[in-house]
C-alpha cells in the first residue's frame, strides 16, 4: 500500500515537473512578446520618432543599422539593472559576483555575445538586406538548438520531434508574413546568410545556456547574460558601427539621447519581460531539453504580433497591427507543432482505450 | 564561497546519494542564509540537473508524514562535467 503511495506521489512530482517546465518555456514567448511591443512603442516615441521620421538628421546608414543597436543597448543594460536589482531582492546578488568569475560563469558570458550582440546584429542586417525572409531563416533557431542539443548533450531527437520542429518553422514562416518577389540578388544572398547567422547564434545560446542553467541558477545566469549583452552593446557594437558610419562620437550623442528621451518609460516596461523571457527560457530549455523548450520560446513568432496588436493595435489605437486569419491558423498550426514535440499524440488515444 | 548551486552539485558529488531535504540539512551551515535553499528550490535543481544528465535518480521513498523523498547520485557524466566546470 505504502509502495503504491509511494509511486503514485512519485509520478505525480515527474509529471508535475514536465508540465512547469512547458509552461515556463510557453511563458518565455509570452514575456518576448510584451517586451517587444513595448519596445517597438518605445522606438516610435521621443526622440526616436524624430530619427525615423521623414526629417531625419541621420544618415540611411544610422537609422538603419545602428538605431537598431542602440535600442538593444538600452534595453539590455536597463534589464541588467533591473534583474541586479532583483537578484539583491531574492539573496543572489552574491552568487551572480561568485557565477561571474567561474568557469560556467564565462560560458554564460560567451553565450551572451553570441546571441547578444552577434546574433541580434546579424539579425537586423538580415532584415534590413533581405527583408522577412531573414526572419523566417532566423526562425530554424529551434531546429539548430535542437541538433546541437542532440550533438552536445545527447538530448532525446526522434522523427515525432523532428515533425514537430517542421511544423512549427512552417508556420514560423506564415506568420512572418514572408513574400517574396522573385528577385534574387547579392544583398538577398548576403541577408539569408545573416539571418542564418542569426538562428545559429540564438541555436547555440538557448541550447548551451538552457544546458548552463543546469548548472547555474536561471536568474544569476540571465542577470550576467543581460548585463553582459548590455555592455557588449554600449561599449562596443554602437561605437564600432558609429566608427563604420564614419562619425564615433555619434555613439554617445545617441546614446545620451536615447536614455533621457521621455520614451525611456517604455524601454525601462520593456526590459523587465526582456529579462524575464531569457530566463524563462534558459529555464525551460533546462527543464525539458533544447528541442521542446526553444520549441516553447519560438511561439513568440506569435505571440509578438498579438502583443504588438493589443498594445499598438487596440490601446494606442494605430491602424495596420490587426493579425489576419491566416495568421491566427499559422499559430494553430504552431501549437500543435510544439505539443507533437511534447508528447506523442497516440499516448492520449491509448490512455482513453484504458 | 561557492555559488549555491555548484555546492549542490558537489555536495551530491562527496555522498553515494541524497535527496532534497538531505542536501538542505547538509548545506545549511554554510548557506543558511540563503533563501534559495528551500525544499521547493532545490528539489528543482536536482530534477533539472537529472534531466540534463548530471544526475540519476538511486531510489525514492516515503518518510512517516508520507512526504515523498527521491534520492540522487551523480553520474559518470555528470562527474566529469562538474570536475572540469567547479572547482
Known amino acids: 500500500m505504502a509502495t503504491n503511495l509511494a509511486k503514485q ?17 510557453l511563458s518565455s514567448g509570452i514575456c518576448f512578446g ?8 518605445g522606438m516610435e516615441r521621443g526622440v526616436w520618432a524624430d530619427w525615423y521620421g521623414p526629417a531625419s538628421a541621420l544618415s540611411a546608414f544610422v537609422v538603419t543599422y545602428v538605431l537598431s543597436a542602440v535600442g538593444s543597448a538600452v534595453n539590455d543594460t536597463l534589464s541588467g539593472i533591473w534583474f541586479l536589482i532583483l537578484s539583491a531582492a531574492r539573496g543572489k546578488l552574491a552568487d551572480v559576483g561568485r557565477t561571474f568569475r567561474t568557469k560556467p560563469g564565462l560560458v554564460m558570458i560567451i553565450c551572451a555575445l553570441i546571441g547578444g550582440p552577434l546574433a541580434s546584429t546579424a539579425y537586423v542586417v538580415g532584415l534590413q ?4 525572409l531573414a526572419a523566417t531563416v532566423a526562425a530554424l533557431n529551434s531546429a539548430i538548438g535542437a541538433i546541437l542539443g542532440r550533438l552536445l548533450f545527447k538530448q532525446t531527437l526522434n522523427l515525432r520531434m523532428v515533425v514537430g520542429i517542421i511544423v512549427c518553422f512552417g508556420s514560423a514562416i506564415i506568420l512572418g508574413g514572408t513574400t517574396f518577389d522573385g528577385e534574387f540578388g547579392g544583398s538577398t544572398l548576403l541577408g539569408l546568410f545573416m539571418g542564418f547567422l542569426a538562428a545559429l547564434g ?7 545556456a538552457g544546458f548552463g542553467t543546469s548548472v547555474i ?3 544569476v545566469g540571465v542577470t550576467i547574460r543581460q548585463c553582459t549583452s548590455g555592455l557588449a552593446n554600449l561599449i562596443i557594437l554602437v561605437p564600432l558601427l558609429c566608427l563604420v558610419a564614419g562619425n564615433i ?24 519581460p526582456a529579462g524575464l523571457s531569457y530566463m524563462l527560457w534558459y529555464r525551460g530549455t533546462a527543464m525539458c531539453g533544447a528541442a521542446l523548450g526553444m520549441t516553447c520560446n519560438g511561439a513568440y513568432a506569435f505571440w509578438v504580433p498579438l502583443f504588438c496588436w493589443i498594445l499598438l493595435g487596440l490601446i494606442c489605437g494605430e491602424p495596420g497591427w490587426a493579425l489576419t486569419p491566416v495568421q491566427w491558423a499559422a499559430a494553430f498550426m504552431m501549437f500543435f507543432g510544439i505539443f507533437l514535440i511534447a508528447m506523442n499524440p497516440l499516448d492520449l488515444l491509448k490512455k482513453k482505450e484504458a | 564561497m561557492r555559488p549555491l548551486n555548484y555546492a549542490i552539485l558537489k555536495h551530491l558529488e562527496s555522498v553515494p546519494f541524497a535527496s532534497p531535504t538531505d542536501v538542505i540539512e547538509a548545506l545549511k551551515g554554510e548557506y543558511g542564509s540563503f533563501k534559495a535553499l528551500r525544499f521547493e528550490g532545490v528539489r528543482e535543481s536536482l530534477m533539472t540537473a537529472e534531466q540534463n544528465g548530471l544526475l540519476e535518480e538511486d531510489h525514492y521513498d516515503l518518510d ?10 551523480v ?9 572540469k566546470y567547479i572547482k
Not at chain 1, 509520478?11 to 508540465?19: G, H, I, M, T, V
Not at chain 1, 510584451?34 to 512603442?41: E, H, M, P, Q
Not at chain 1, 533621457?260 to 526590459?271: G, H, P, Q
Not at chain 2, 508524514?65 to 540522487?72: A, D, F, K, P, V
Open chain 1, 9 to 25: 506521489k512519485y509520478d505525480l512530482q515527474k509529471a508535475s515537473f514536465f508540465r512547469k517546465g512547458v509552461a515556463i518555456a
Open chain 1, 34 to 41: 510584451t517586451y517587444s511591443a513595448f519596445l517597438t512603442l
Open chain 1, 129 to 132: 538586406t533581405a527583408g522577412s
Open chain 1, 202 to 208: 540564438w541555436g547555440i545560446e538557448g541550447c548551451v
Open chain 1, 217 to 219: 541558477d536561471s536568474q
Open chain 1, 249 to 272: 562620437g555619434l555613439a554617445p550623442e545617441l546614446l545620451g539621447q536615447a536614455f533621457t528621451t521621455d520614451a525611456i518609460i517604455f524601454f525601462v516596461i520593456a526590459a523587465l
Open chain 2, 64 to 73: 512517516d508524514q508520507e512526504n515523498l523523498h527521491i534520492y540522487y547520485r
Open chain 2, 75 to 83: 553520474t559518470d557524466y555528470g562527474r566529469s562535467m562538474i570536475d
